[in-house]
């Protein structure tokens, strides 16, 4: 297979076999920084599919110190992108004093941080959505997701999770509105930098040692 090499950008024609494997060419790795035995994360959207390096733990660690505070910029910029998102929530989950006890996942059209063990749409999580109102995405805050609940012991729980959301925000000075009735809305159309980050950061720190 013929690699056309255009600066750093690789373009390259190969075919998918009977059982749905397919044979990337070398210089279309090295272009993306993939090398053997590394982990990739697949997504596909609008007939495209897009493959991105996974980044290890030694290669995100001191992005986040425990105090919350980002020493390096994050190079994110989340334009209908929910792999991005995934990327962007690993590397805050790693980098946070209580990130093993974390996960991050895609369900319910969202991608989303939350502690480990727990049900999504009873307790407080990080959520990036797209919707036609949010064409850029976004990320909110979330008490708990209340359209998948029929049980008013949980609906009362969502409501104590966010109660204890807004607490936390007043506490950290942040005016943010409100959400629906799941949660707060964090950031709109997002590019993340040292400012962004530290929110993120300073805000599940707070929450998770306040409850």
Known sequence: MKVKELGKIAVAKTKVHGK????????????????????????AKNGEIQIKRIKTPEELMGILP??????????YSFRGAFADALDFF????????FGKD???????????LKPKGVDLRTSIHLSYFELPNYPNGAITI????????TSP????????????????????????????????LL???????????????????ALTFST
């Open 142 to 149: 979330d008490g708990g997701i209340k359209q998948f609940l």
């Open 153 to 184: 012991q949980e609906v009362a729980l969502v409501d104590q999770n966010l109660s204890s959301i807004e607490k936390t925000l007043q506490q950290l000075t942040l005016n943010l509105r409100p959400f629906g009735d799941n949660g707060f």
């Open 66 to 75: 425990a105090s919350g505070e980002v020493t390096a910029e994050f190079p």
């Open 20 to 43: 749905g494997t397919i044979n990337l060419p070398k210089g279309i790795l090295e272009v993306a920084g993939i090398q053997p035995n590394n982990e990739v994360l697949l997504y």
């Open 102 to 112: 974390w996960e991050t996942g895609f369900i319910y059209g969202k991608v989303y």
């Open 90 to 97: 690993e590397a805050l989950r790693k980098g946070l004093p």
């Open 187 to 205: 950031i709109e159309g997002p590019e993340f930098g040292i400012d962004e980050a530290s929110l993120l950061a300073s805000l599940l720190t």
